[in-house]
């Protein structure tokens, strides 16, 4: 895939995950964020998918109705966003996300749902090291604890997100095929 290619898909892919964000924003921990990464690694790439994650955090995560990210937090937002791409290059490259029906979207919905876990036990660790007072394992424990409501609505969402719209998307931008070359296996 060429250079202008590759750019014009992570900056599309981006820019709907930050729209689709604020537009979700009054329902925490419910976002398309984490399906597009999958989907832009899964089609075009883990540099594809790897790059939607990180720039779609730099700019949600500092321009928020919420507030900013601190620096750090800002790094392990993105760098805990980049399991969704790790995960949808991964299933590409051992062809888990073929096929089609309910067993594909199980599947996916499984994958999106354990990714969820992963990034809120990284996100969740580190806010209760830096922003807790108290012993270290307190913190962790108190913060993973308290994080308990907001994982479980991101991973349940994430679920329906990867079985519901997920497959959908992967199925239309591989219709479109020739338009958009969707990278085969092989490339990578």
Do not use: Q
């Not at 919905?109 to 922003?131: L, Q, S």
């Not at 993973?144 to 991973?155: D, N």
Request: glycine share 10%; proline share 3%.
């Amino acid at each position: 895939m060429n250079v202008s290619r590759k750019v014009s898909l992570i900056a599309l892919l981006t820019a709907v995950s930050v729209a689709t964000d604020y537009l979700l924003v009054g329902v925490p921990n419910v976002k398309l964020m984490d399906g597009l990464v999958f989907l832009g690694a899964n089609l075009f790439g883990f540099e594809v998918g790897g790059s939607v994650a990180i720039l779609s955090w730099l700019v949600y995560g500092t321009i928020n109705p919420y507030g900013s990210a601190t620096p750090g937090l800002l790094l392990v937002l993105m760098g805990s966003e980049t399991t969704y791409a790790l995960a949808g290059w991964g299933m590409r490259r051992l062809n888990l996300a073929v096929g089609s029906g309910m067993s594909r979207r199980v599947v996916l919905g499984f994958v999106g749902f354990v990714c969820a876990a992963i990034y809120d036990f990284i996100t969740n660790v580190y806010t209760g090291i830096y922003f807790y007072a108290g012993p270290i394992w307190n913190r962790v424990v108190y913060s993973l604890i308290m994080g308990i409501p907001f994982s479980i609505i991101h991973e349940v969402s994430d679920f329906l997100v990867f079985m519901l719209v997920v497959p959908v998307l992967i199925s239309a931008f591989t219709r479109l095929g020739s338009e958009v070359k969707v990278e085969s296996v092989a490339t990578h």
